[in-house]
C-alpha cells in the first residue's frame, strides 16, 4: 500500500558519515534535504581514524570540538615493525605543514554522532529513522526522487536531485543500472576493542602500531583514553571459520605478537565481541545521472590500508553541494550539470585507490623475496625525510599519491 508524499530540494540515501556531511552543507544554503536511513545493526568494532584534511572537514562544519568532546584519541606517530621483529619506520605528521598535524581515532559511530548534533537545529533538514530505500522514480530519463519502506508503509520522496550515499552495496547505484567495478581482497580484517593493558595505559598514547609479518598484520589503535582497538588481517576464505569457532587461537597469537596485550583479551570470549571486516573497492562507471549522484563508498569504497573513505565521501558531500545548489537554483539538474562534482572528485578517489592497492600488495605480501623488499622500502623511506614527508602527506589526505617513479627508486634505495 502506497503511503504518504514528500518533497524536498535533495533527497540523500543513507545517513553515514558522507550523507550526514552532505546534508549538513546543503543546510547552510538553505536547501531543503531528506534523509532516508534504514535500521541498522550497531556499528563494526574498528576504529574510525579522521586524518588531518578530514578534522579540516570537520572544522569547516563547526564540528570539531564537538568530535573532540567525545573523549577520541590523538595520534601523531605511525609505527610500523616486523612480527617479532626490528621497528622498520615511523611517519611521524608532526612534521606536515598542516593546521592539524595529528589524527584522531574515534570510537564506531562517535564521527556519525558529532555529525548528527550538527543537524539538530538545522530546520531544512528531516531525517527518516527506519526508511529503506526500495526504488527510484523517474520522468522518462529523469530521476524525480526515491521510494522507501517506513513503518511497514511503502512511500514516495520526490526531489530534485536523489543522492546515493548508501555505502559499497548501494542499491541506488543498483536501481540506477549503473555498470560498476567491485574488487574483493583476499584478506579481511577482524576488529576488535579491548581495554588499554592495566599499568601499561600510556604506552599506547599518540601512536597507532603496525606489526608486519608474512601474510599478517596486526594494527593497534588507541581510542578512547582507556581503549585500544585491533586490526587483524586473516585471509578472506578462512576469516569466518577463525570468527565464529577459533577465538581461542586468534588471542594466543596476538598475544604472541604483542604480549603487553594478553590480560587485556581475556575480556574476548563470544564471536559477537569481534567484527569480521571484509574490505572493497569499488568504481562506479558514472556518479551522475539526470537528477541523481552516488557519493562516498557508494561511487568508490576505497581500501582501508589508507584509512581515508569517511574523509574522501566528506571531501565529496562539499563539492557535491556547492554542484548541487547551483543546479537547484538554476532548475538544470542534468547530468551534465551535476558533472562538475564527478569531474573534480573522480581523479582524486581513483589516484587514492591506485595507493591503496599497492598498499595491498606490498603490504600483505606472503612472498618471503617481496616480504624483505617491503622492510627494506619502509626502512629507506624513514632514513629519506623528503620520502618521510611526501608519506606522511599522501596518508594525510594533503597530497594524492602515488610516489613518483624517481621518489620509488628512492624507496628502493637504487637511487640518492
Ligand atoms: C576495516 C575498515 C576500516 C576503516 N577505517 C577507516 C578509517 O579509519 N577512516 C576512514 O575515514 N575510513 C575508514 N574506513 C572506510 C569508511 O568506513 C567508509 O569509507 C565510510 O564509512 C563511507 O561513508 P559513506 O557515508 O559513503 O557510507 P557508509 O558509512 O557505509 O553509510 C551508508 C549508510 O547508508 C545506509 N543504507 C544502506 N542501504 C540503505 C537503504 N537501502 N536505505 C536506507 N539507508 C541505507 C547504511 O545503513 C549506512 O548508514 C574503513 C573501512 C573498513 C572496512
Redesign the pocket.
Given at each position: 500500500m502506497l503511503g504518504r508524499r514528500y518533497a524536498s530540494d535533495i533527497l540523500i540515501?543513507?545517513?553515514?558519515?558522507?550523507?550526514?556531511?552532505l546534508g549538513l552543507r546543503l543546510a547552510s544554503k538553505g536547501c531543503r534535504v531528506r534523509i532516508?536511513?534504514?535500521?541498522?545493526p550497531p556499528p563494526?568494532k574498528?576504529?574510525?581514524?579522521?586524518?588531518p584534511h578530514?578534522l579540516r572537514a570537520l572544522a569547516e562544519l563547526g564540528l570539531l570540538g564537538r568530535l573532540k568532546a567525545e573523549r577520541v584519541a590523538r595520534v601523531e606517530r605511525f609505527c610500523f615493525s616486523q612480527i617479532q621483529g626490528d621497528p622498520l619506520c615511523r611517519v611521524d605528521y608532526r612534521i606536515l605543514d598542516h593546521h592539524h598535524p595529528y589524527a584522531l581515532?574515534a570510537l564506531p559511530g562517535q564521527?556519525?554522532r558529532a555529525l548528527l548534533e550538527g543537524l539538530r537545529d538545522s530546520p531544512t533538514v528531516q531525517i527518516h529513522w527506519g526508511?529503506?530505500?526500495?526504488g527510484i522514480l523517474r520522468r522518462g530519463r529523469q530521476v524525480i526522487g526515491a521510494t522507501?519502506v517506513e513503518n511497514g508503509r511503502e512511500q514516495e520522496f520526490h526531489a530534485l536531485i536523489t543522492v546515493g550515499?548508501?555505502?559499497?552495496?548501494?542499491?541506488?547505484r543498483e536501481a540506477l543500472g549503473l555498470p560498476c567495478r567491485i574488487r574483493r581482497y583476499p584478506n579481511a580484517?577482524l576488529?576488535m576493542l579491548v581495554d588499554r593493558p592495566a599499568g601499561l595505559a600510556r604506552s599506547f598514547d599518540h601512536q597507532v602500531s603496525y606489526y608486519m609479518g608474512r601474510g599478517e598484520i596486526l594494527g593497534i589503535?588507541p581510542c578512547a583514553p582507556a581503549m585500544l582497538c585491533l586490526?587483524y588481517m586473516v585471509p578472506a576464505d578462512d576469516a569466518r571459520d577463525m570468527h565464529e569457532r577459533r577465538l581461542e587461537v586468534l588471542k594466543t597469537r596476538l598475544a604472541e605478537i604483542e604480549p603487553r596485550l594478553k590480560d587485556s583479551l581475556a575480556v574476548l570470549t563470544a564471536p559477537e565481541q569481534v567484527?569480521l571486516?571484509?574490505?572493497?573497492q569499488v568504481r562506479a562507471a558514472k556518479w551522475v545521472v539526470d537528477g541523481a549522484a552516488l557519493?562516498?563508498?557508494?561511487?568508490h569504497?576505497?581500501?582501508?590500508h589508507v584509512?581515508?573513505?569517511?574523509?574522501?565521501?566528506m571531501e565529496?558531500a562539499k563539492i557535491l553541494s556547492e554542484v548541487a545548489d547551483v543546479c537547484v537554483r538554476r532548475g538544470n539538474c542534468s547530468a551534465r550539470a551535476l558533472a562538475p562534482y564527478e569531474e573534480i572528485r573522480r581523479p582524486v578517489v581513483e589516484r587514492l585507490q591506485r595507493v591503496a592497492n599497492e598498499y595491498v600488495w606490498l603490504w600483505e605480501t606472503r612472498n618471503p623475496m617481496l616480504a624483505r623488499l617491503r622492510d627494506r622500502i619502509f626502512r629507506n623511506v624513514g632514513e629519506r625525510p623528503e620520502l618521510l614527508y611526501r608519506v606522511a602527506a599522501i596518508e594525510a589526505g594533503i597530497a594524492s599519491g602515488p610516489l613518483t617513479f624517481r621518489e620509488r627508486l628512492q624507496a628502493l634505495g637504487v637511487c640518492a
Open positions: 540515501v543513507g545517513a553515514g558519515v558522507g550523507g550526514l556531511s532516508l536511513q534504514q535500521r541498522e563494526a574498528r576504529p574510525e581514524m579522521v586524518q578530514g581515532i564521527t556519525r526508511a529503506r530505500f526500495t522507501a550515499a548508501d555505502g559499497s552495496h548501494s542499491r541506488l580484517f576488529g589503535f586490526l567484527s571486516l571484509f574490505p572493497a557519493l562516498g563508498d557508494a561511487a569504497a576505497c581500501h582501508p584509512a581515508q573513505g569517511g574523509f574522501q565521501a565529496d
